[in-house]
Nanobody, 119 residues
Framework: QVQLVESGGGLVQAGGSLRLSCAASGRTSRTYAMGWFRQAPGEEREFVARITWGGGQTYYADSVKGRFTVSRDIARRTVFLQMNRLTPEDTAVYYC????????????WGQGTQVTVSS
């Protein structure tokens, strides 16, 4: 089993920055990629960013491209999401997820961390 624990959420003013972390523990040896998703109240969960564990290739939703940066620390088994120039539309619960086989069908999910951006 794999456990994912997010941290770093909070309240920030529009234009500000936050850095989310997601620490993985357990049987993480088979990790192809990790991703970040978010879900705003009344909305469906949406993809935010993804990073492959071995090569470090990154992918972003158009809505965050140029503002968010996903990175990973392999030794610490941690993935980060640096969020800059935040807007109220970024307010959501942010989840990290782990993709074991590279199918983009994420196998494990964290419990989420709240990000609130005030105008």
């Amino acid at each position: 089993q794999v456990q994912l624990v997010e941290s770093g959420g909070g309240l920030v003013q529009a234009g500000g920055s936050l850095r989310l972390s997601c620490a993985a523990s357990g049987r993480t040896s088979r990790t192809y990629a990790m991703g970040w998703f978010r879900q705003a109240p009344g909305e469906e969960r949406e993809f935010v960013a993804r990073i492959t564990w071995g090569g470090g290739q990154t992918y972003y939703a158009d809505s965050v491209k140029g503002r968010f940066t996903v990175s990973r620390d392999i030794a610490r088994r941690t993935v980060f999401l640096q969020m800059n120039r935040l807007t109220p539309e970024d307010t959501a619960v942010y989840y990290c997820a782990l993709d074991v086989a590279g199918t983009a069908r994420y196998d494990y999910w964290g419990q989420g961390t709240q990000v609130t951006v005030s105008s």
